[in-house]
T-cell receptor, first 114, second 114 residues
Framework: DTEVTQTPKHLVMGMTNKKSLKCEQH?????MYWYKQKAKKPPELMFVYSYEKLSINESVPSRFSPECPNSSLLNLHLHALQPEDSALYLC?????????????FGPGTRLTVT | AQSVTQPDIHITVSEGASLELRCNYS??????LFWYVQSPGQGLQLLLKYFSGDTLVQGIKGFEAEFKRSQSSFNLRKPSVHWSDAAEYFC????????????FGKGTSLLVTP
C-alpha cells in the first residue's frame, strides 16, 4: 500500500479562522513533507519532518504551524491566513532522509482563504 | 545549487504518437531524478526514478526515461500516447546536498488530440 491520505479535500476559511489539515500514511515511512502548490506551478516545499522532528522549514510564515504527533500523522495548523495562501496543499512521505527515497504524495487539500 | 529545467511549457501530441518530454538538471553531486505526473486537481504520482545503475529506467504506464550525465538530461519517453496521458508532468531532482528534498521543474502540460 503506497497511499497517503489527506483531509479535508476542500477547505474554505476566513482570514480570522483557525483550521487544520491532516495527513496520514501507514507505510512505515519516517519522513513526511508539506508542499504548497499554486495553480499552474510546481509544488514548493514548506516543511520536512524526520522521525517526528522538524528537519526543514523553508522560511514559511508563522501563520502555518506544522505538527507531527507520531510517525504516521502530520498536521498543518492554519491561523490568520491571507487570500494569497489559497492553494493546493500536498502532503508526502518517504522512507527517510538518509538516502535516495522516492516521495509518495497524497491527493492534496484545496484551500481557499476568503 | 540544484535546479531543474523543463524547456517545454506545453506539448501537444496526437493519440498514438510518440512522446518525449525534456528535463535538464543542475546538481553538484550524483543527482537522484524523478518524473511525476499530476492530473487536474490531483496529487502527484511517481512515474519513475533514477538513483544509479542502468541509465534507461522503466516506469509505470509504459513510460521510460534515460539519464545522460554528459548532457545533464533525464528525458521522459513513451512510444504511443493515450488520451488518458493528458496531464502535467514534473521532473524533479534531489540528493544529499538538500537533505533529499525534491526540487521540481516548472512542469510540462501535455495535451493529447484525437
Amino acid at each position: 500500500d503506497t497511499e497517503v491520505t489527506q483531509t479535508p479535500k476542500h477547505l474554505v476559511m476566513g482570514m480570522t479562522n483557525k483550521k487544520s489539515l491532516k495527513c496520514e500514511q501507514h507505510m512505515g515511512h519516517r519522513a513526511m513533507y508539506w508542499y504548497k502548490q499554486k495553480a499552474k506551478k510546481p509544488p514548493e516545499l514548506m516543511f520536512v519532518y524526520s522521525y517526528e522532528k522538524l528537519s526543514i522549514n523553508e522560511s514559511v510564515p508563522s501563520r502555518f504551524s506544522p505538527e507531527c504527533p507520531n510517525s504516521s500523522l502530520l498536521n498543518l495548523h492554519l491561523h490568520a491566513l491571507q487570500p494569497e495562501d489559497s492553494a493546493l496543499y500536498l502532503c508526502a512521505s518517504s522512507r527517510g532522509l538518509a538516502g535516495p527515497y522516492e516521495q509518495y504524495f497524497g491527493p492534496g487539500t484545496r484551500l481557499t482563504v476568503t | 545549487a540544484q535546479s531543474v529545467t523543463q524547456p517545454d511549457i506545453h506539448i501537444t501530441v496526437s493519440e498514438g504518437a510518440s512522446l518525449e518530454l525534456r528535463c535538464n538538471y543542475s546538481y553538484g553531486a550524483t543527482p537522484y531524478l524523478f518524473w511525476y505526473v499530476q492530473s487536474p486537481g490531483q496529487g502527484l504520482q511517481l512515474l519513475l526514478k533514477y538513483f544509479s545503475g542502468d541509465t534507461l529506467v522503466q516506469g509505470i504506464k509504459g513510460f521510460e526515461a534515460e539519464f545522460k550525465r554528459s548532457q545533464s538530461s533525464f528525458n521522459l519517453r513513451k512510444p504511443s500516447v493515450h488520451w488518458s496521458d493528458a496531464a502535467e508532468y514534473f521532473c524533479a531532482v534531489g540528493g544529499p546536498n538538500s537533505g533529499y528534498a525534491l526540487n521540481f521543474g516548472k512542469g510540462t502540460s501535455l495535451l493529447v488530440t484525437p
